[in-house]
C-alpha cells in the first residue's frame, strides 16, 4: 500500500450523490453538484452541505437560510453531469437544461421533480472549518415519489437506481 502525502485530496465518496438546489433574493434558481452532504442529528432531523463560498449558490444559501438535496437516479447522469460542471453565475441552468421543478413547501427553494427524494432544509447554523462552509440544516420536509413507499410510508431505498 502506497502513503499519500498529507495534501492529496483524498475523501470518502459520499453516498448517494447529491444536487442542492436553491434561489437567491431575487427570485432566480439554481442547483449544484454537492460532493459533502451527510445526516447531522436526529433530534432533531438535519443534515449537513458543504458549499465552496466561491461557488454561485453559497451567496444563495447564506442569504435566504434555505436549500433542497435531491437524490438522482442514475437517469438523471447527464443533468447531473451538466450542473456539476457549469456555474449558475454564467448561465440560467434550469433553462438551459429544461429542469422540472416546483416549489418547495417550506423554504424558498426550487424542488427538482425529476429526482425521486428532495429534502427541505432551513440554515440553523454554518461554519467553515476549511475550504467549504458546512451548512447545517434542519430537515423541514422530505418528498418521495410514491412508487417508492410502501404500505406504511416507509422509504424503499432499494428500489431505486439512485447515482
Not at 459520499?14 to 449544484?32: F, M, W, Y
Not at 416549489?103 to 427538482?112: G, H, K, R, W, Y
Not at 451548512?135 to 422509504?155: M, P, Q, S
Amino acid at each position: 500500500m502506497k502513503k499519500l502525502a498529507r495534501n492529496t485530496v483524498l475523501c470518502l465518496q459520499p453516498v448517494p450523490q447529491t444536487i442542492v438546489s436553491c434561489r437567491d433574493k431575487e427570485g432566480h434558481n439554481n442547483a449544484l453538484v454537492v460532493g459533502f452532504t451527510a445526516n447531522v442529528s436526529l433530534d432533531p432531523v438535519m443534515v449537513m452541505v458543504g458549499i465552496v463560498p466561491t461557488r454561485h449558490s453559497h451567496h444563495m444559501v447564506k442569504e435566504t437560510g434555505g436549500f433542497v438535496i435531491n437524490l438522482p437516479k442514475k437517469s438523471f447522469r447527464k443533468e447531473y453531469d451538466y450542473l456539476g460542471s457549469r456555474s449558475g453565475r454564467d448561465e440560467d441552468k434550469f433553462t438551459a437544461l429544461n429542469l422540472q421543478w416546483t416549489e418547495a413547501s417550506f423554504v424558498d427553494a426550487p424542488i427538482l421533480t425529476d429526482c425521486p427524494v428532495s429534502i427541505e432544509c432551513s440554515v440553523v447554523e454554518s461554519t467553515r472549518p476549511g475550504s467549504h462552509e458546512l451548512f447545517i440544516g434542519k430537515v423541514e420536509a422530505v418528498h418521495v415519489d410514491e412508487e417508492y413507499l410502501d404500505d406504511r410510508g416507509n422509504i424503499l431505498w432499494d428500489k431505486m437506481d439512485l447515482l
